[in-house]
């Protein structure tokens, strides 16, 4: 099946710096985009998402922005804390397949 | 999210035995999926279902089996015929399927 591509698998930061996560997707019929926090053992959490309509969402520390014409959407997060540590997950509406369509993920490490 | 409960938390099959895992939600969503787990990868689909009395192969449906009798539960069924069972499960619910999805806190299954 078709599948959404998640750079980079791991990404270590220090505190209070930036991280940026990408990941690119196939169906061009695609129109929202959640990114998912997932501590160790739990389950994972919405974070934020974003429909094809915007091109930016915010929401205080934390961004996704998305470029359909490259079919790729990213999350950024700024001034980066200890608690941000976790594995984080993009995801797709994939119409082709009529399903949502996870990413990897990306653990991301934030040293303090 | 308290509204999706997953049991149990741990789960042990011995060899050519049938487990069932139950999903249970009061968010009165449509929409339920199972996903599939391993170490260091994303999320893959099992099995979704839309209404109640339907549902649909995902990706890896093999071994697996799901009914939805009541909107509420989506139970599923690890059959005999899953010879890699050994996973992190995942269920999740949503309004619809452009919704985000609200995650259960997951059943982990090994073999005995």
């Known amino acids: 099946g078709e599948n959404v591509e998640q750079h980079p698998s791991t990404l270590s930061v220090q505190e209070g710096d930036s991280a940026v996560i990408k990941c690119t997707y196939s169906d061009s019929a695609s129109n929202y985009f959640p990114w998912y926090k997932q501590e160790l053992g739990k389950r994972p959490q919405l974070i934020i998402d974003i429909r094809s309509n915007v091109g930016e969402k915010k929401d205080q520390r934390i961004a996704v922005t998305l470029n359909k014409t490259a079919k790729h959407f990213s999350l950024h997060i700024t001034e980066t804390q200890p608690e941000d540590s976790a594995v984080y997950f993009c995801a797709a509406r994939y119409y082709n397949n009529n399903d949502m369509r996870f990413g990897a993920g990306t653990r991301l490490t934030v040293k303090p | 999210d308290g509204g999706i409960t997953q049991s149990p938390k741990y789960l042990f099959r011995k060899e050519g035995q049938n487990v069932t895992l139950s999903c249970e939600q009061n968010l009165n969503h449509d929409a339920m999926y199972w996903y599939r787990q391993d170490p260091g990868q994303g999320l893959r689909l099992i099995y979704y279902?839309?209404?109640?009395?339907?549902?649909q192969k995902g990706d890896i449906a093999e071994g697996y089996s799901v009914s939805r009798e009541k909107k509420e539960s989506f139970p599923l069924t690890v059959t005999s015929a899953q010879k890699n069972p050994t996973a992190f499960y995942l269920c999740a619910s949503s309004p619809d399927r452009d919704q985000p999805q609200h995650f259960g806190d997951g059943t982990r299954l090994s073999i005995l």
């Open positions: 279902s839309q209404i109640v009395n339907d549902f």
